[in-house]
RNA sequence: GGGCGGUUAGCUCAGUUGGCUAGAGCGCAGCGUUGACAUCGCUGAGGUCACUGGUUCGAGUCCAGUACCGCCCACCA
């Protein structure tokens, strides 16, 4: 796809020119604004020379289901992207579809099995094409969750970890760990997923606590001709239908009581075998009875213990869980019946001291669900600590740094204790291992492309291994070999790699990030994939449980957009989430968004309106503005100076918080409703500031709500034009903060002025003035009495008090019959002939009094402290006692208050 | 067994170099105007920041310990 820097001006148009309906329509809203962004390839405006930012998208769930989590990693991934480039950076954002082999595979065989047949029935090339079909509709249902999402990602270019190029990039890497001694096929223990039928890694296997038993069996002792004697020894296990695979019997060396049976034969229940007793470290003197039964076939231990001592390895298990011929009699039983007629066998035969219950943690397959069998088979493994070392160096010296940095730790914990990591599976969806077996001279080819002939004998006899690789394994290639490699000249690799931003959730730091820093560093000459890992916490469901689908808990991103709108869950989404952090997701949390999309449309639609044909848009110098003009653009650049600290950093929950608090409570709620006063008195001179700041704000606000921030700002640019001639917003530059606009003055001014209406509404609703009435007020401004004087019909309106006088000192008020209200910055006093009682105002006033000595008190205790003063920062003292001066101004307004009470 | 996180208003959570008179949303109570918005406005109530001790002029914030909750890792048969 080609993309041009430039949009289409009559693409992204508003149908409706700036006329903006009254409810805001969030679906119709997302559809067009959406297909405007599209056709005008605004999500990839190329910008040579600027800085790169690439961010790379974690795969999604192939199942076709939009999970939540996922929708949250959008959701934080598209508002970087768009930030960055509103800033002008040259972003990429790789959006991805990994092969999900193992998911996949269970998912077809599901479709197999409700069917009646097997995969074997239809044979490989039978069921892969049945799983294209099944990912190739899986994956254009995820491009268009993603619209539905907003996100910013050209699908177009999309990366796919199961197409050709990556096939390529996986038969080389896998050549080049081969050729250097890390890829080697073994013998080894291996979790058995029994239903699905494949090894899986050691990460694939989640332990969870089964109720089960603890049976103690009588292993009686050999005599010299190895038949048993009434003497035994009693061994507890938790997997008796194990007992015909025993080898040995294994003691702690340590351990007095049985240091005289070591070397003895003792017999296996059961089979009459008899096997040697034998001491090894490993075993935990107070574990169980304190002698273990070894079988070196079915559990890791033993299995170590096995080769220390060059024990016999006996498989009992068929690969689908089920005894066979080494069980004896027991072959053919499904495991757990197995498990059911030994215990019930050795019990009849005396040989069962007793059984206990037992909790102890069992492991199950993390797709299938299946409890692992540990079983030794013949698979290939990656030699890992090679891989780790320089992966470990390299977040260690801080080429690659976690947000938050916790997790450092925890990922250095794990790669410091990597076992060699099985990547063989028996499954048929995945990248097929790229290993030929000559079938003359039993030599092995690799093949980057598929070879004809044997390496060693050049016999043409060769078959290619039935297995594929794990997921993982292509999927750590992804920072690369998205972009291009192993083409080394690619454009996108020259120029995007490394990435600046792996974002996921911490779940998945071991199974992907990972292997991605392993993979990446060994193939790209130990240049790090990405320099930051941020990692989100997870979503749960409104009860702080994991969601649930079975439990109804689970919130359904795509019913969430339609019931609430795409910003509403975006905002939802973004303002709970801190790095790391866990957040819930409730209603209530959409209701927010959604009503904060509602406000941001009302609010701007108002402001927009008010702009008639010829205004001057164009801002005045600061210095000839009213005040209150002056404090909204100097609120207006604090917080964009923050916001672009804090995105900076990844704290967009903050950011977005700042926005809309400034948008919601200060903007709208303030601004507005003194800028309506002017307006309706004929005073053009707010609409350039009203529309300057919807227009900066619409621009903080993209990255987090892009469909109705682009919805208002195209209006908007029909009656003000972008500067720099952008045609939406999605492409439209980010706001710097100008601190030159930063004012306190101004700020402390309009402040004042805030607290002298609200103490008067506060007057009001406690006297229970009829909201409608209006009534005289009195305002002794001190300080602030300029600006309470320039905003006198402000404060009337908002207040609703008229006649308003607007007085310096507390002797130009009247002080009979009027309830005041002291504040630190000046007086409010309302005269209430009716409403008045000399009681309850005392009564009103003594208790601000209380409080007013209690504040005067504590500093002047802080202040008195010498300590204090001589140990404290120079700018702390000085608020203390500023603070101190407001407060006894304060105290000495009120109790003047109380005398005139009389 | 090891490690990590949490404990702040009725609920969900902010509070990132110690300076706080501790904030927000929702909920609750009261009142509803002025043609942007009832998906709204105004006003208000509500917290000994889990507990104990320490460092400091000063601790929600730093340190040590305790309790409870959650998560991750680990080959206790």
Redesign the pocket.
């Given at each position: 796809m080609t993309t041009e820097p430039t949009t289409d001006a009559n693409e992204m148009a508003p149908a409706e020119g700036i006329e903006m309906s009254?409810?805001?329509?969030p679906r119709s809203v997302e559809q067009r604004v959406y297909a405007g962004w599209e056709q005008s390839g605004a999500f990839r405006p190329s910008r040579p020379g600027a800085t790169p930012f690439t961010i790379i998208q974690p795969p999604p769930n192939l199942t076709g289901e939009l999970h939540v989590g996922h929708a949250l990693t959008t959701a934080v991934e598209d508002a970087l992207v768009r930030w960055h480039r509103m800033k002008g950076d040259d972003t990429l954002w790789l959006p991805g579809v990994d092969h999900a082999a193992i998911a996949v595979n269970a998912i077809i065989e599901r479709q197999l099995r409700e069917q009646g047949i097997s995969r074997h029935d239809i044979g490989r090339e039978e069921f892969l094409k049945r799983v294209w079909e099944f990912v190739n509709t899986s994956r254009s249902r995820i491009a268009e969750q993603h619209r539905r999402l907003g996100a910013s990602a050209d699908w177009e270019r999309e990366a796919f970890t199961m197409d050709e190029a990556r096939e390529r990039a996986v038969r080389l890497t896998f050549k080049k760990l081969y050729d250097d001694g890390l890829i080697y096929r073994a013998e080894r223990l291996i979790n058995w997923d029994p239903v699905s039928q494949t090894a899986v890694s050691?990460?694939e296997?989640?332990?969870e606590d089964v109720e089960s038993a603890?049976w103690h069996v009588r292993y009686p002792i050999a005599d010299d001709e190895g038949n048993p004697t009434d003497r035994y020894v009693v061994?507890?296990?938790?997997?008796p239908e194990t007992i015909p695979a025993d080898t040995a019997v294994?003691?702690?060396p340590e351990d007095d009581r049985f240091r005289d049976l070591v070397g003895r034969k003792v017999i296996v229940p059961m089979t009459g075998r008899a096997v040697t007793v034998i001491a090894d470290e490993?075993?935990?003197?107070?574990?169980?009875?304190?002698?273990?039964?070894v079988?070196p076939g079915h559990?890791?231990?033993?299995f170590?213990i096995g080769e220390r001592h060059g024990l016999e390895i006996i498989n009992i298990l068929n690969l689908d869980g089920t005894l066979n011929e080494n069980a004896g009699q027991y072959a053919g039983l499904d495991r757990d019946e197995g498990r059911r007629r030994i215990v019930a066998d050795i019990e009849s035969a005396g040989l069962l001291e007793k059984t206990e219950p037992?909790t102890?943690?069992v492991g199950h397959s993390e797709r299938s669900g299946a409890i692992i069998e540990p079983l030794v088979s013949l698979q290939w493994w990656v030699k890992i600590q090679p891989l780790a070392d320089p992966a470990i160096e390299a977040v260690k010296d801080g080429r690659i740094k976690f947000v938050?940095e916790?997790?450092e730790?925890?990922y250095l914990?794990?790669m410091e204790?990597i076992?060699d990591w099985c990547i063989s599976r028996q499954i048929w969806w995945g990248h097929r291992i790229p290993v030929w077996y000559c079938e003359d001279c039993e030599a092995l080819t690799v093949g980057i492309t598929d070879p004809t002939f044997c390496e060693s004998c050049e016999g043409s006899n060769i078959t290619q291994d039935e297995d594929t690789l794990d997921t993982w394994f292509s999927s750590g290639l992804w920072p690369h070999s998205t972009l291009g490699w192993p083409d080394e000249d690619a454009e996108d690799l020259k120029r995007f790699y490394p990435t600046q931003v792996m974002e996921t959730g911490?779940?998945i730091?071991?199974f992907w990030v990972a292997r991605m820093i392993m993979l990446s560093l060994y193939n790209m000459d130990g240049v790090v994939p990405f320099e930051h890992v941020y990692l989100h916490?997870l979503v749960?469901a409104?009860?702080?449980?994991?969601m649930s689908k079975s439990k109804g808990t689970a919130v359904d991103p795509l019913g969430a957009v339609d019931q609430y709108g795409s910003d509403?869950l975006r905002f939802a989404l973004l303002s709970?989430t801190?790095?790391?952090?866990?957040?819930?997701l409730?209603d209530?949390?959409l209701?927010?968004g959604?009503?904060?999309?509602?406000?941001l449309?009302?609010?701007?639609?108002?402001?927009l309106?008010m702009v008639e044909e010829g205004d001057d848009l164009s801002l005045p110098d600061p210095a000839t503005m009213p005040v209150e003009d002056r404090w909204v653009l100097s609120r207006l650049n604090q917080v964009n100076q923050n916001v672009e600290r804090?995105t900076g950093?990844f704290?967009l929950?903050?950011a977005l918080?700042q926005t809309?608090?400034f948008f919601?409570?200060e903007f709208?709620?303030?601004y507005?409703?003194v800028a309506?006063?002017r307006v309706r008195a004929d005073d053009r001179t707010p609409l350039p500031v009203l529309v300057h700041v919807v227009d900066r704000t619409l621009r903080m606000l993209h990255p987090f709500m892009p469909f109705v921030t682009e919805e208002i700002w195209q209006r908007l640019a029909a009656i003000a034009p972008d500067p720099d001639g952008a045609e939406a917003l999605i492409v439209a530059r980010y706001p710097e903060a100008n601190t030159a606009l930063i004012d306190e003055a101004a700020e402390a001014s309009f402040e004042a002025v805030?607290e002298f209406?609200?103490?008067i509404?506060?007057i009001?609703?406690?006297k229970?003035?009829?909201?409608?009435?209006w009534i005289e007020a009195y305002v002794v401004g001190g300080d602030a009495v300029e600006s309470a004087t320039a905003l006198s019909d402000a404060i009337e309106?908002?207040?609703?008090v008229r006649p308003l006088h607007v007085v310096a000192t507390t002797a130009e008020a009247p002080s009979e019959g009027v309830v005041t209200s002291v504040l630190?910055v000046g007086q409010v006093a309302l005269p209430m002939a009716g409403l008045f009682d000399p009681a309850v105002e005392r009564e009103r006033i003594g208790k601000q009094i209380a409080?007013a000595e209690r504040?005067v008190g504590?500093i002047e205790g802080?202040l008195g402290?010498?300590?204090?003063t001589?140990?404290?920062?120079a700018d702390?003292?000085q608020?203390?006692r500023d603070?101190l001066e407001?407060?006894q101004s304060r105290l000495a307004g009120l109790r003047q208050s109380l005398t005139e009470l009389g």
């Open positions: 009254t409810a805001y329509h050691d990460i296997v989640e332990y603890f061994i507890a296990t938790t997997r294994a003691v702690n490993a075993v935990d003197i107070e574990g169980g009875s304190g002698a273990l039964k079988t559990d890791p231990v033993d170590e037992y102890h943690a938050p916790r997790f730790r925890t914990h794990w204790n076992r911490y779940d730091i071991f916490g749960r409104a009860d702080g449980s994991k509403a709970g801190s790095p790391g952090n866990d957040q819930r409730s209530e949390r209701e927010a959604r009503n904060f999309a509602n406000k449309w009302n609010a701007s639609r108002f402001a309106g804090l950093r704290e929950a903050e918080r809309r608090d919601w409570d709208a709620d303030w507005i409703e309506k006063v805030q209406v609200r103490a509404r506060n009001r609703a406690e229970r003035v009829d909201a409608g009435r309106q908002l207040a609703r630190a409080e504040e504590g802080k402290n010498e300590q204090f001589a140990r404290a920062p702390v003292a608020r203390e603070r407001t407060a």
